[in-house]
């Protein structure tokens, strides 16, 4: 098992961020919230450590800074909803490259994880898993072809299904 | 077959290769046969063509160093990528394949003191990757419809492009290079040289990380090495490879920052200098009529009218949440503009750098890169966007979203005059690389390079590196062709001279 890397916090903080930066008007993914923490939890562990801390510092300084911006002075997670939209919007515009920075990052991050969803890429109209099976068979038909590689090493711990899970 | 590593092992063998992108796969299959013992070090894992998803949740992390979220540190921050994988950047990358520019091997030649590479000299090795990998053009088959629209572009305006070469065998156009192909039709080194070498008798390691080349009386004698759990990054025993010789092909990044924690950089004070990057940069257009980007080809033409600036233009395609990302736009507002995904082209200028960046190393045995914009390529980028949404606009584009923090779109050409006198600061602009190139660079004199020009290491017999990062200079063009053709020149090299460099310590 890999560690986590958000605290329950910061977890918190991401479900909250999350619907303020997904379209409203957009498709419904079910238990999006949920998903994006999983996510995002796995995203930043591949991350190089001295970015996973600067994006875990900029998450603690965009709560905090809401004190300062926004209106009533509290912190992101207390704000009521309104007003957390306007401070989003005011922070991706902010002087305080930082702030604006991770916001930048953490928006990009959100909305990834959010148009890679089956539902939000059928509406769309973009549908690559046909359009990649139909390619897939129509070559294996064109050529009849098989791939090895031959021996190849890895740690017993690997579980095998994520080695051969073939998608097409 | 899979065979498992549950424990920590010695191997012994002739030649170590270090890496199995398109440095390290073609040294390993030159090698193999040629009857030597190679084992092949990997650090990421071994995903074969039938677990490639179009998922980018799931096969960046996969596939991508980082999941594709590495960082250059500078005036701007430039995200980069590189493959972390068997068969490393060639299994993530478009497979566009270029000769390196006669002009380009000119300079190394006079420049650098590299005598034998001419183009003459190294037509061989390009005919002989070429053959290995299928190369050839696009053909109209599969050719998109954001590739026409881009040639329409070219062909209104005057300029002139060529029809791009890619590695591709039987290629159904699936256009989803960038995540691995799942049809196999892109001849990586996973599909082309690793089975080859394979075959020959070759081992590849694979969540393997060489820590450190062991140096013992001015020879290598082997790698200390560490076998990586891909699911936690702990790391679950050590390794030990004995060998007569190490090719080191980690890539522009990663090979001199294995010779910095190798105690290589006193004996080299070039490693890590010279980092060059072909910044990218790319605009999207939004056009009248359905474009539907995935079908067909990656990229079907280049224009090269301005490659004596050191600027090429060509198409790509990103899938939604990789283009959701680089926009500046959330809320409605972001899935108003994605509604029109079906109908946006992402076209890219690649700039030939002006001076050079550095990896530099840090504590904790990793390195850092940094690399700065200067008003000379804030310039150069300027005039790339302006030029990039005029070829939009001569395209049929209505609309085009510019990589520009304060000015993200252009609705006519008449605003186009305006992009040239922006005044603006490097991290205004959204920057990013996939060619990384030249950290541990080929030269003749010692004081000057890493390496000679057989890419044998500068003091030490049985040393060599074989990938991006031996480049004297920037090459203008994708590098995969360079990389293979160079590694495949290194291989026979060595295999010709093999006595001298296979003798013990």
Redesign the interface.
């Known amino acids: 098992?890999?560690?986590k890397i958000l605290s329950t916090r910061q977890e918190s903080l991401l479900a909250e961020l999350t619907p303020?930066?997904?379209?409203?008007?957009?498709p419904v993914v079910p238990h999006f919230q949920a998903k994006i923490v999983q996510?995002l939890d796995?995203?930043l562990?591949?991350?190089?450590?001295?970015?996973r801390s600067l994006f875990l510092w900029g998450m603690r300084m965009f709560d905090f800074a809401a004190i300062f911006f926004a209106t009533p002075r509290r912190r992101f997670r207390r704000l009521p909803h309104p007003s957390r939209?306007d401070y989003?919007s005011r922070m991706?515009r902010s002087w305080f490259?930082p702030v604006r920075?991770w916001l930048?990052g953490c928006?990009?991050?959100i909305?990834?994880?959010?148009?890679?969803q089956p539902e939000?890429?059928a509406?769309?109209?973009?549908d690559?898993?046909v359009?990649?099976r139909e390619?897939?068979q129509?070559?294996?038909q064109?050529?009849n072809?098989t791939?090895?590689?031959?021996?190849?090493?890895?740690?017993?711990?690997?579980p095998?299904d994520d080695?051969?899970?073939?998608?097409? | 077959m899979i065979r498992n590593i549950d424990r920590s092992f010695e191997e012994s063998c002739e030649v170590c290769v270090i890496g199995s992108g398109a440095g390290g796969a073609v040294v390993a299959k030159e090698l193999a046969e040629a009857g030597l013992r190679v084992i092949i070090l990997e650090d990421g894992g071994y995903y074969p063509t039938s677990s490639f998803s179009h998922d980018p949740q799931r096969m960046l992390p996969r596939l991508y160093r980082h999941a594709g979220g590495a960082i250059i540190v500078g005036n701007a921050p430039i995200m980069y990528a590189e493959g972390r994988c068997v068969g490393g950047s060639t299994v993530i990358n478009a497979g566009i394949c270029y000769r390196t520019p006669e002009e380009v091997l000119d300079n190394w030649r006079h420049e650098h003191g590299l005598a034998e590479l001419s183009y003459q000299k190294l037509t061989p090795y390009f005919e002989q990757v070429e053959k290995n990998l299928h190369v050839m053009p696009v053909p109209d088959a599969i050719m998109g419809r954001d590739s026409v629209k881009f040639k329409q572009g070219a062909e209104n305006l005057g300029y002139r492009y060529v029809r791009v070469q890619r590695n591709i065998h039987a290629c159904q156009g699936t256009n989803l290079c960038v995540l691995g192909c799942p049809t196999g039709a892109k001849q990586s080194t996973l599909v082309s040289y690793l089975p080859e070498a394979v075959k020959n008798g070759a081992q590849i390691i694979a969540n393997c990380r060489a820590d450190k080349i062991v140096i013992k009386n001015g020879r290598a004698t082997g790698v200390e090495a560490s076998v990586v759990d891909p699911a936690n990054h702990k790391i679950r025993h050590r390794a030990f490879i004995k060998a007569r010789a190490v090719f080191v092909c980690g890539g522009a990044m990663h090979s001199p920052a294995l010779l910095f924690r190798s105690g290589l950089a006193k004996r080299r004070s070039w490693i890590g200098r010279n980092l060059y990057l072909h910044p990218n940069l790319k605009c999207v257009g939004i056009f009248d009529e359905e474009v539907k980007s995935w079908q067909g080809s990656i990229q079907g033409f280049q224009i090269d009218e301005f490659a004596e600036e050191g600027i090429v233009f060509g198409s790509t395609f990103l899938p939604p949440g990789i283009l959701a990302l680089s926009l500046p736009y959330f809320g409605n507002d972001s899935f108003k503009l994605m509604e029109h995904y079906h109908h946006m082209s992402v076209w890219g200028a690649l700039v030939e750098d002006s001076h050079p960046g550095r990896i530099w190393r840090i504590p904790n045995g990793t390195s850092l890169a940094t690399y700065w914009i200067d008003a000379l390529d804030r310039r150069r980028f300027l005039r790339a966007i302006a030029l990039l949404t005029k070829i939009f606009f001569a395209a049929g584009a209505r609309k085009v979203l510019l990589p520009i923090k304060n000015f993200p779109a252009v609705n006519g050409e008449d605003e186009i005059a305006q992009i040239p006198q922006l005044r603006l600061r490097a991290s205004d602009l959204s920057i990013f690389t996939v060619h990384l190139m030249g950290t541990c660079r080929m030269g003749a004199d010692p004081r000057s390079a890493v390496i000679d020009m057989n890419h044998q290491f500068h003091g030490l017999d049985n040393l060599f590196i074989a990938d991006a990062s031996v480049f004297p200079t920037p090459i203008r063009v994708n590098p995969m062709i360079t990389i293979m053709a160079l590694a495949t020149r290194a291989a026979q090299r060595f295999v010709e001279n093999r006595r001298r460099y296979l003798r013990d310590a």
Request: hydrophobic share 45%; glycine share 4%; no cysteine.
């Open positions: 098992m890999r560690r303020h930066i997904i379209p409203a008007d957009g996510r796995r995203f562990f591949e991350l190089p450590s001295l970015l939209f989003i991706s490259r920075d930048f928006r990009g991050l909305l990834l994880f959010y148009y890679s939000v890429m509406a769309l109209q973009f690559p898993e359009w990649a390619k897939v129509a070559r294996r064109a050529l072809l791939e090895t590689i031959g021996e190849v090493k890895i740690p017993a711990e690997i095998q080695q051969d899970d073939s998608e097409y």
